[in-house]
């Protein structure tokens, strides 16, 4: 009998120090999100040696949605640190106020104002990049829109709405980047996704669904652009202060979104940057976030319940 309960001991430490190295281990962790700060340093030193350190000072950037909250902010750093950007959005008066924020002049930042899901607008940017800059280097994929509310509930087209923006505006704008970016230094092309691209919530199932296609077709194309020496970000924040649900298609739940320590458009932003230079293939930006992901791999049926119960 002593025999067998020392063996099961065994067993139990064994299975429970394979854990612990499974949920700890960097390489392996940061392979789909970003650890937090202090692991995050950790797992950065080792990808740097086999990672070239990308610069940003001269990069010719375009930026989608850019009018306000994060992609407003990307265009901001990136004109600190040298960049040369392109921004795009509907709201012309804010592009205005960007660029001349910027640069007035227009030598190191231009704007196209449309609508990100007509091919003219996104080959205007293309153009405009290359004929002021000379080519195109990083494209930032920002754009996106929201709808909440019950599926059972919602107008016959909020699908169809949000899919445009989120997803199809995406995958075409990189199919018809991919020329000029396979001409550029250090290319890559970053997506904007949402830590609902990993794992669902109620009364935003338009939304959520077109973050798990971008979250898909992030990954596809990832790998088959591996040859082309073009890298593929897929950012996934929470929820962000931005006018995100101020602009939302359809919203007739009248819930205040806008939780209480949302994280602010320059953080995202400047962790988005910084996991450009470091070459990163994903990332995860919130503490909770990454448990949400976890609690969901490790515990599905778990994180339906809290989600039925709380979510809604």
């Known amino acids: 009998m002593g025999s067998i309960l020392s063996d099961g001991r065994a067993v139990i430490l064994s299975l429970s ?6 949920l700890l281990a960097p390489k392996w962790l940061v392979s789909f999100s970003e650890r937090s700060d ?5 797992s950065l030193s080792n990808e740097s040696k086999n990672l070239a350190r990308r610069e940003l000072k001269d990069k010719r950037v375009i930026i989608t949605g850019a009018s306000s909250g994060i992609g407003r902010q990307l265009a901001l750093q990136l004109a600190e640190v040298g960049a040369r950007i392109v921004v795009g959005a509907r709201r012309r008066d804010r592009l205005v106020d960007l660029q001349n924020q910027i640069d007035p002049s227009g030598n190191t930042c231009q704007f196209v104002a449309g609508d990100i899901t007509e091919s003219n607008i996104r ?3 293309l153009q405009t ?3 002021k800059f000379g080519g195109v280097d990083i494209l930032i994929n920002n754009a996106g829109v929201g709808a909440m509310g019950r599926f ?8 169809r709405q949000v899919f445009e923006i989120n997803f199809f505006a ?3 704008f990189i199919s018809e980047a991919l020329p000029y970016l396979e001409l550029g230094i250090q290319p890559i092309i970053v997506n904007m996704g949402s830590v609902l691209g990993h794992r669902a919530a109620p009364l935003k199932s338009e939304y ?4 798990f296609a971008l979250h898909g077709f992030s990954d596809a194309i990832r790998a088959e652009l591996t040859k082309t020496g073009i890298d593929l970000l897929l950012v996934s924040p929470s929820t962000t202060d931005s006018e995100f649900f101020d602009q939302a298609i359809e919203d007739p739940t009248g819930k205040n979104w806008k939780k209480r320590g949302a994280m602010s ?3 995202v932003a400047l962790k988005t940057l910084k996991a450009i230079r470091k070459g990163k293939h994903e990332i995860i930006l919130t503490h909770g976030g990454r448990f949400l992901v976890w609690l969901d791999r490790l515990v599905p049926s778990l994180a339906n319940k809290i989600l039925a119960r709380y979510g809604q």
């Open 17 to 22: 120090q394979r854990i612990d190295h499974v």
């Open 38 to 42: 202090r692991a995050d340093s950790y």
């Open 123 to 125: 080959q205007s940017l």
């Open 129 to 131: 990049c290359c004929e």
């Open 152 to 159: 059972d509930e919602a107008s016959s087209d909020r699908m």
């Open 170 to 172: 995406v995958t075409d």
């Open 208 to 211: 959520c669904a077109s973050k």
């Open 265 to 267: 458009p320059e953080t």
